[in-house]
């Protein structure tokens, strides 16, 4: 059995596979399936200041290697958050990041201020989300900077900031967020796509476009990991249709500390347990004695 | 742990109408615990989503629960290539199924089309008390009539073309017989949306209970990822539902048709 665990910043994780944000909800679902202190971490359900309803229509459907999904951050506020779901997470013995996302600054920081009475160890700050209106403002270097910026003055808790692909570069945009204070980044959130139904002529979703997560996007989450891991200097959480222990040692060999596994658990309820399972036996197998030694190793070709 | 995820051999798998598939599927674990409008998830090679599937019969001392699937996208098709033996990737029971009276009350269960499969696992339940009005759009896709009849329940036959049966709805014999001031304790259906609409409305137009089972595309399953929604309404408030988790049974009158 290898050393699994890594940090970020001071909180230490007991494995490196969090489940992402957005397909586990505050866990009380999966919990029915797995112990949730087998994972390193749960990145709950993407929370704002007041109750969302969530997108209306069809919300999912199945592409090539993936699906499609638009959500549209339906949750139950932050108040609910912190009263009714935040104890029961805090008790399950993993690291729990608390996934948040605002209309604007003032929400966000409203948010912050909330959870600062709290003992949430770690602010997730979604500041990409692909489904709601307007563009995030994950999407531009000096909105990643001001939001970043804001928040690492009000909170001294763990700061990740959620990346967002749907950009130019996204080096540059980790180091804004670097630069403004933030502990870790992680990233991809998902890609911009869409679907129409040729029959009727309309797009599958109601929102027109929605976002592409699966299989078929980890080659392209794992060469922004190693852009980003290229970029900056602070951890990095690899997200992106990480199916196998195989791409999770992949993310990590790119530089990443930790990663989160999405929409793998919806085909297979004990996927992250599964990657847990197999980083540890290719450690085993190679007779690497801890996690950390492979981090980043990858060994870029010259050109 | 209340949700299980296992591989379960498929005994037996029949074509039984134009695109109709009825598997047969040994999950004891399942069947111990499945109640009639529940449903089961089902995953298969080669795609991202499992496919959710309601359970049509349950038999809890063969352990065994039945499946009847049409073949509608490239997930279904690939499930009815499966071979009798396969070892098919299971997670169920899942949702809330329909409410159960005591099994001599007078229900009428209405099915139409590929909703029709669920309403067998009440007739299974009340029996000769039971009436099964079922639809389809025309003779090629009727399905489980003879179940019915081997059950006791009464079936009245509709198809959409009048290639069997009567011709027309089945919320026309629905709306006889309550019209005709014959007692009915409760209506349980399953089936299209614009259907199951008409059939809430004669519901509440004659003050007999109605539940509804609800499709929508599904994620988890389990309630986690919330893309299943549904507009419900609950003391006063509309609440967006999630169809895997909160139903897919819901009380016609809390539906936001």
């Given at each position: ?31 029915e ?16 200041l ?7 229509g ?77 563009a ?98 602070i ?36 996927a ?32 | ?12 798998k ?56 049409a ?89 959409d ?92 009158k809390?539906?936001m048709?």
């Amino acid at each position: 059995m290898a050393n699994l665990k890594v940090n970020i910043k001071d909180v230490e994780f007991k494995n490196p596979v969090i489940v992402t944000s957005g397909v586990i909800g505050y866990g009380r679902e999966y919990e029915e399936f797995f112990d949730l202190s087998k994972l390193g971490g749960l990145a709950t359900k993407g929370t704002t200041l007041h109750k969302r309803n969530g997108n209306p229509g069809k919300r999912i459907v199945e592409v090539p290697s993936g699906l499609l999904f638009s959500v549209g951050l339906q949750n139950p506020g932050i108040d609910y958050y912190i009263a009714s779901e935040l104890p029961n997470l805090l008790s399950k013995g993993t690291n729990i990041l608390s996934n948040i996302a605002g209309n604007d600054e003032a929400e966000y920081c409203k948010i912050v201020e909330k959870l600062n009475e709290t003992d949430a160890p770690i602010i997730e700050l979604n500041i990409s989300c692909p489904n709601t209106s307007g563009a995030p403002l994950g999407t531009s270097c000096e909105g990643t900077e001001r939001i970043t910026k804001i928040i690492r003055e009000m909170t001294d808790k763990t700061l990740i900031v959620k990346l967002s692909p749907n950009v130019a570069d996204i080096g540059e945009i980790a180091k804004a967020a670097e630069s403004s204070g933030a502990d870790a980044v992680s990233l991809i959130n998902s890609i911009h796509a869409m679907k129409i139904d040729i029959n009727t002529r309309r797009p599958f979703f109601h929102n027109n476009v929605g976002a592409y997560s699966g299989e078929a996007i980890f080659p392209i989450a794992l060469r922004m990991v190693w852009e980003v891991a290229n970029a900056v200097n602070i951890p990095i959480l690899g997200i992106g249709g990480v199916t196998t222990g195989e791409e999770a040692i992949q993310m990590i060999m790119a530089g990443a500390t930790c990663v989160e596994v999405g929409a793998a658990i919806f085909r297979n309820p004990y996927a992250p347990l599964q990657i847990i399972d197999e980083i540890n036996a290719w450690l085993d197998a190679k007779g690497i004695q801890d996690i950390n030694e492979i981090r980043g190793v990858v060994q870029p070709w010259e050109r | 742990m209340k949700y299980v995820q296992g591989f379960y051999p498929i005994l037996k798998k029949k074509n039984t109408a134009n695109g109709i598939y009825e598997m047969d599927i040994h999950a004891p674990e399942i069947a111990s615990r499945a109640v009639p409008g529940q449903f089961v998830h089902i995953g298969v090679t080669g795609h991202s989503l499992r496919r959710p599937i309601s359970i049509c019969r349950i038999d809890k001392e063969q352990g065994t629960i039945q499946i009847v699937f049409a073949l509608k996208g490239q997930g279904t098709k690939d499930l009815a290539k499966l071979e009798e033996g396969f070892q098919l990737d299971v997670i169920g029971p899942l949702g809330n199924g329909f409410p159960l009276l005591e099994s001599d009350k007078k229900v009428v269960l209405i099915g139409g089309g590929i909703g029709v499969p669920p309403m067998l696992g009440l007739s299974d339940y009340y029996k000769e008390h039971a009436k099964a009005i079922t639809g389809f759009r025309d003779q090629s896709i009727i399905i489980l009539q003879d179940a019915f009849a081997e059950n006791g329940t009464e079936t009245i036959l509709c198809t959409d073309d009048g290639s069997a049966g009567r011709k027309g709805f089945v919320s026309q014999p629905l709306e006889e017989m309550l019209a005709a001031g014959e007692h009915v304790d409760m209506i349980c259906a399953c089936g299209p949306m614009p259907m199951l609409k008409v059939i809430a409305q004669i519901a509440e137009k004659y003050g007999v209970r109605c539940a509804v089972s609800l499709e929508q595309h599904m994620g988890c399953g389990i309630g986690a990822c919330l893309v299943c929604s549904v507009p419900i309404k609950r003391e006063g408030e509309t609440e967006f539902l999630h169809v895997c988790k909160d139903g897919p049974v819901f009380d016609s009158k809390e539906v936001m048709w």
